[in-house]
C-alpha cells in the first residue's frame, strides 16, 4: 500500500515539484503515472524510492512512513521497492548475472541462492542464456528486461518503472509492457510514469495525470480512454502494436 | 564481500593503489627508521652516563679526613647516584690490573702510592646537576677535575634534537598519508559514484557502501607498513658490520624483544645497557616490530579512508 497524505515538494530554487498530492495507490495495482515534462511525474518517483524528502505531507509505503525515517534507514523500504529506469542503471563493466547478484547482494539474500534466482528469473524474462553478456551485448529491450530481472529478483512488492520504453522502438516496448503486467498479475504493485498516451490507452490501467505538479485526473482501469477524448482509437493502436511485435 | 569490493578497486586503479602505498612505504620506512634509532641513540648515550661523570684528584698530601668530608658533602645534595672515594693505594691497584702488559712486571715499583692521588669518582643521577656537584668538589684547593659533563651534554642535546626532528618529520608524514589516503578515497569514491547510486537504490546499508573503501584505506596501510619495515631490516642488516666498526668501543643496545617491550611500551630510552655490541637482529623483534607497524598503518588508513567516506558520502 502506498499513500500520499498532502505532499508538497518544494525545491531549493523555491520551485514545486509536487504541490498537495493526495494518493493511495492498494497492492497488486497497475498504475500509470502520465503527463507532460515537468509535469512532477518524476518528482513523484523520486519520493516514493525515497531520494527526496517532502517538504510537507507524509508519504507511506507499506508500513514505513518515509517522512520519519532517518537517511540510515531509507534502505528498509528501498528492499522492498524494485527500481527500473529509462536509461535502466546497469553497471556496464559487470555481466547480467553481476548486475543481478548486486542487488540480491545488497539487499541481504543469501549467496547460496543467487545462482537459482537469477537463471529463474532471466528465464521469466526471456533472458535465458544471456547472464554471461556484458550490457554493452545486449539491445535496449534486453537491457530494460535486465533492469526489470534486477528488480524482480529480489522478490519486490513494489515495481516503480521511469519511462521505461522511453528509449525504445514499439516492438520492443510493447514487450517490455506485457512483461510488466505479468509481473503485476503475479501479484506486484506497478507504479510506471509514461508521456506515451498510446500505451496507456492500450494497457486499460489506472491513469494518474499530473499537471504542474498537481493530481488533475485520477481514472481506474479502463475509463482513461473515455475521460481523455482522446483514444478513441486505442483497440486500433494497440492492434498496430501488436501487429509489430510479431 | 566487503574485502572482495576493496581488492576489485584496487585492481581497476593501480596507479592511484601505487601512489598510496608508495607514500605509506616512506612513512613506514621512516618509522621503523626512527625506532631503531631510539634503541642505538638509547645505548650511546647509556654507555657515557654509567661512566663516572666527574673525577676530581686531590694532592697526595690531602688528608684522607678531608676529602671523606667532601664526599659526605656531597652525598648530602642527593643528586648523586655514586661516590666513590679512591685512595692512592687502591689507585696503585687499579693501575696494575689495568697495565698488566706481558712485558712488563706490574709488581715493580716505578707507579707507588706517592705518584698517584687520591680521588673521588662521581656519578650524578642527573646531568644537569654536574655543574652544582663540580662547584663543592673543587672548594679544595689544588684538585684537578675530569669533568664529561660537555661530551655527555652535547650528546645528550645532538641525540635529543634527533629524536625531536625526528618525531616531527614522522608527524608531518603521519599527517601526509592520512591526506593521500583521504584524497584518493574521495578520488575512488567520485569514481564510483554511478555504482554507489545504484546500490542505494537497491538497497544497500549505508555501512555496505562505506566499508570496502575503508577496509582498501587499511590494506594500503597494512601493504605500506609491510614493506617499510623489511625494506628497514634489510638495510640495518647490511649495514651491521660496518656500523658496528665505526661506534668501535661503545655497546649499544642489542635488537632483542624485551628491548624492544621496554622502549615501546615503558619509557623510551629506558632499556638497560648490557654491554652487548649490536646484536643481530632477532626475529622476534622483527615481528613485534612489524606487529606494531601494522597496527598503527591499519589506524593511518582507517583514518584517512574514514576521513574521506565521511566528507564524500555524508546520505
Given at each position: 500500500m502506498i499513500i500520499f497524505e498532502n505532499v508538497s515538494k518544494k525545491f531549493s530554487d523555491g520551485?514545486?515539484?509536487?504541490?498537495g498530492i493526495n494518493l493511495e495507490i492498494k497492492d497488486g495495482e497497475f498504475v500509470f503515472l502520465i503527463g507532460?515534462?515537468?509535469?512532477g511525474k518524476t518528482t513523484l518517483l523520486k519520493l516514493l524510492t525515497c531520494q527526496i524528502k517532502p517538504t510537507e505531507g507524509i508519504v507511506k509505503i507499506n508500513k514505513f512512513n518515509i517522512t520519519k525515517m532517518k537517511p540510515s534507514e531509507l534502505y528498509k523500504i528501498r528492499r522492498e521497492i524494485g527500481i527500473v529506469f529509462q536509461d535502466f542503471k546497469l553497471l556496464f563493466d559487470q555481466t547480467v548475472y553481476e548486475n543481478i547478484a548486486l542487488a540480491l547482494e545488497v539487499s541481504g539474500h543469501k549467496e547460496k541462492n543467487f545462482k537459482k534466482t537469477i537463471l529463474d528469473t532471466l528465464q521469466k524474462v526471456g533472458l535465458e542464456g544471456k547472464e554471461k553478456y556484458f550490457p554493452a551485448q545486449l539491445s535496449g529491450g534486453e537491457l530494460q528486461r535486465t533492469a526489470i530481472a534486477r528488480a524482480l529478483a529480489t522478490e519486490a512488492k513494489i515495481l516503480i518503472a521511469d519511462e521505461p520504453t522511453g528509449d525504445l522502438d514499439p516492438k520492443t516496448a510493447w514487450g517490455v509492457l506485457q512483461l510488466l503486467e505479468e509481473v503485476n498479475k503475479s501479484g506486484t504493485t506497478v507504479v510506471m510514469a509514461t508521456h506515451n498516451h498510446n500505451i496507456v490507452d492500450a494497457m486499460k490501467k489506472r491513469v494518474i495525470t499530473l499537471e504542474h505538479g498537481r493530481i488533475i485526473n485520477d481514472v481506474q482501469k479502463g475509463e482513461y480512454e473515455v475521460e481523455s477524448h482522446k483514444s478513441k482509437k486505442s483497440e486500433a493502436i494497440k492492434s498496430e502494436i501488436e501487429e509489430k511485435a510479431l | 564481500m566487503t574485502f572482495k569490493y576493496s581488492l576489485r578497486h584496487i585492481r581497476r586503479s593501480p596507479y592511484q593503489t601505487l601512489s598510496a602505498v608508495l607514500i605509506m612505504v616512506i612513512t613506514f620506512f621512516m618509522v621503523s627508521i626512527f625506532i631503531m634509532l631510539a634503541f642505538i641513540s638509547s645505548g650511546i648515550l647509556k654507555h657515557f652516563e654509567t661512566k663516572p661523570q666527574i673525577s676530581a684528584f686531590y694532592p697526595n698530601d690531602t688528608p684522607e679526613t678531608e676529602i671523606m668530608e667532601i664526599k659526605k658533602e656531597i652525598e648530602s645534595?642527593?643528586?648523586?647516584?655514586e661516590v666513590r672515594y679512591i685512595s692512592s693505594k687502591e689507585a696503585v691497584q687499579i693501575y696494575k690490573k689495568n697495565s698488566s702488559i706481558d712485558d712488563i712486571d706490574p709488581n715493580l715499583d716505578l707507579v707507588s702510592d706517592k705518584i698517584l692521588p687520591p680521588s673521588l669518582e662521581i656519578s650524578a643521577w642527573n646531568i644537569s646537576d654536574l655543574r652544582t656537584l663540580k662547584s663543592i668538589v673543587e672548594k679544595k684547593e689544588g684538585v684537578k677535575v675530569i669533568f664529561i659533563e660537555e661530551v655527555v651534554n652535547k650528546l645528550s642535546s645532538w641525540l635529543s634534537g634527533l629524536r625531536s626532528g625526528g618525531l616531527v618529520l614522522l608527524i608531518l608524514l603521519v599527517i601526509e598519508s592520512i591526506l593521500v589516503i583521504w584524497t584518493i578515497i574521495g578520488m575512488r569514491i567520485s569514481q564510483r559514484r554511478y555504482e554507489i547510486e545504484i546500490m542505494h537504490l537497491l538497497g544497500a546499508t549505508p555501512w555496505y557502501i562505506r566499508a570496502p573503501f575503508i577496509v582498501e584505506g587499511m590494506l594500503y596501510g597494512v601493504i605500506g607498513s609491510v614493506i617499510g619495515v623489511v625494506t628497514t631490516v634489510i638495510l640495518l642488516h647490511s649495514a651491521l658490520p660496518g656500523l658496528t666498526n665505526f661506534l668501535v668501543g661503545i655497546p649499544l643496545l642489542p635488537l632483542t624483544p624485551e628491548n624492544f617491550i621496554k622502549t615501546i611500551f615503558v619509557i623510551p630510552g629506558s632499556a638497560g645497557i648490557d654491554g652487548v655490541p649490536l646484536a643481530p637482529i632477532s626475529p622476534l623483534f622483527v615481528l613485534l616490530l612489524l606487529g606494531l607497524e601494522i597496527l598503527i598503518g591499519m589506524i593511518i588508513g582507517a583514518m584517512g579512508s574514514y576521513a574521506a567516506v565521511f566528507r564524500n558520502l555524508k546520505k
Open positions: 520551485t514545486y515539484g509536487v504541490v507532460q515534462s515537468g509535469a | 645534595t642527593n643528586l648523586t647516584k
